[in-house]
């Protein structure tokens, strides 16, 4: 019986230690262009603000060419970022926001020249009722233009949308 105790004590150890990493299998012919779209946004941007300084956003390919970061309203107090990544076959989106909460989303691939991110899950919630970024179209408009299409989610609900019309910055 005294053996028995250690070993007993460590089985709930060893029943947490039996589930891995997720593995998730995506097929190259997809993936490959995917972030190849996602890689092209890489510069800056300008957002036109009527009568103010255009708001610059900046894309950024990271992480060994496996992430694209986008720093929104950079140098702004509401400055935010967004990281793109592959997930199988889809992207995955984190939306750093400036009101302190972070949105998950995931778009299944491209269609129609554009990634349509679904809602996850939300962390950080200060407030059951604080709003949060729900949902956000990336919408490639030509090489030169994109169009960022969000939704705000508030107790889970729809309950404002915003477009954001972005020209990339020609040096």
Not at 48 to 69: D, H, I, M, N, T
Not at 99 to 128: C, I, K, Y
Request: charged share 25%; glycine share 10%; net charge negative.
């Amino acid at each position: 019986m005294r053996r028995a105790i250690p070993f007993l004590a460590l089985l709930p150890l060893a029943a947490c230690s039996t589930t891995g990493p997720r593995v998730v299998h995506g097929d190259a012919a997809v993936r490959e262009p995917l972030f190849e779209s996602l890689s092209s946004l890489e510069g800056e941007w300008l957002l036109e603000v009527p009568g103010g300084e255009p708001l610059v956003s900046e894309f950024k390919v990271s992480s060994g060419g496996y992430a694209v970061r986008e720093i929104m309203m950079r140098g702004t107090p509401n400055e935010m970022t967004n990281l793109y990544t592959l997930d199988g076959n889809g992207v995955c989106m984190w939306h750093f926001c400036a009101a302190g909460n972070t949105p998950r989303m995931r778009a299944d691939g491209m269609q129609d020249g554009s990634l349509d991110f679904q809602f996850m899950d939300v962390v950080d919630l200060n407030e059951e009722d604080e709003h949060y970024m729900g949902g956000m179209k990336l919408v490639w408009v030509d090489e030169n233009t994109i169009e960022q299409h969000w939704t705000t989610l508030t107790e889970g609900e729809p309950d404002q949308g915003m477009v954001m019309r972005f020209t990339r910055r020609v040096q």
